[in-house]
């Protein structure tokens, strides 16, 4: 007779010893955090709003100048001629007595005329380019490109220099026609940054999936170029043209005081600088704020006008490399 086998605990089924190493498996595994990725989208920032807030004072002021509790440009206080900065004055005054802080907002209006004129005339020219060579490609875009690195091989003062020269050096041509003729000339010297700018943004959008299915939809190039690739290249030509600004000023400044900028009976700030380099050279009654106020007015706008071109091109190029 065989022996009874000895006594032993139960012994589980293998489905429940493969159920019992499933149930540890998934209490000792550790959960698989979850990664949220941040946006790369550059903030705005107090910088950014004391750069906006100083932009719209800046054209406010321009625009509403003779609402504002200050004197004529051409207002003049002999008595206290070539004073610095006091409550009354804050800028001070010039050697002839005139209020600096006055000429420096009304100064406003004429380089923000001519900055954002020339820009506009380069963005619309230079854009109009830009897309034709970028959409077109091929012999367009050849010969479009080699005219754009000629221009830009040549200095932008030594071009607009020479433009002015050739356009409104004439002492016969009146004050508006001669502004109107530094437009032009600075414009065309903007053309083919503008151009070269959208061209770039152009090539990358013309080939996305949303165009090349209105294409194969039978879409017209003129619709495609406005409806779909024009809105897109937008903030790239947006980011150029608010840098486009800020050198313009500069520029402006540099002809003015070569004396073939704004006409002196316009008040500007590179004719205010120009007008005024004479008095760091005096030894006495000189009055430095005439050449310190309207520079630190042009380096605080420029400075802000290129840090608000720097954050709308760091949200384009993140939201171009997000799609």
């Known amino acids: 007779m065989p022996e009874p086998l000895p006594e032993t605990a139960d012994v589980p089924s293998s489905r429940a010893v493969e159920a019992g190493v499933q149930t540890l498996t998934l209490e000792t595994t550790p959960p698989i955090p979850v990664v949220v990725e941040k946006s790369a989208t550059k903030k705005l920032g107090i910088v950014g709003w004391i750069a906006i807030i100083w932009i719209v004072t800046i054209v406010g002021s321009a625009i509403f100048a003779s609402l504002l509790w200050i004197p004529r440009p051409d207002q003049k206080f002999l008595a206290l001629a070539g004073d610095g900065p006091s409550l009354a004055h804050p800028f001070g005054l010039d050697s002839i007595g005139q209020d600096m802080l006055s000429r420096v907002v009304y100064g406003a209006r004429a380089s923000l005329l001519v900055s954002v004129a020339s820009v506009l005339f380069g963005l619309v020219f230079g854009g109009i380019l830009g897309l034709i060579a970028g959409y077109y490609r091929g012999r367009i875009d ?182």
């Open 142 to 323: 050849t010969l479009l490109s080699y005219t754009f690195n000629v221009f830009l091989a040549i200095p932008q003062l030594v071009l607009a220099l020479a433009l002015v020269a050739v356009f409104a050096s004439d002492p016969a041509v009146t004050v508006g026609k001669r502004e109107l003729w530094l437009v032009i000339a600075i414009g065309l010297v903007s053309i083919p940054i503008i151009g070269r700018i959208t061209r770039a943004a152009t090539l990358a959008w013309s080939q996305r999936e949303f165009v090349l299915a209105a294409r194969s939809m039978g879409a017209k190039n003129r619709r495609i170029i406005v409806r779909d690739v024009l809105p897109n290249v937008l903030p790239a030509m947006f980011s150029i043209s608010l840098l486009g600004i800020a050198v313009v000023i500069v520029l402006e400044g540099g002809l003015s005081i070569l004396g073939v900028g704004v006409p002196t009976s316009t008040p500007s700030w590179g004719n205010l600088i120009a007008t005024g380099r004479n008095e760091l050279t005096k030894i006495v009654g000189a009055a430095p704020q005439v050449i310190f106020a309207p520079s630190i007015v042009i380096f605080i706008t420029v400075l802000s006008l290129n840090y608000l071109g720097d954050v709308v091109r760091a949200r384009f190029d993140v939201r171009d490399s997000a799609l």
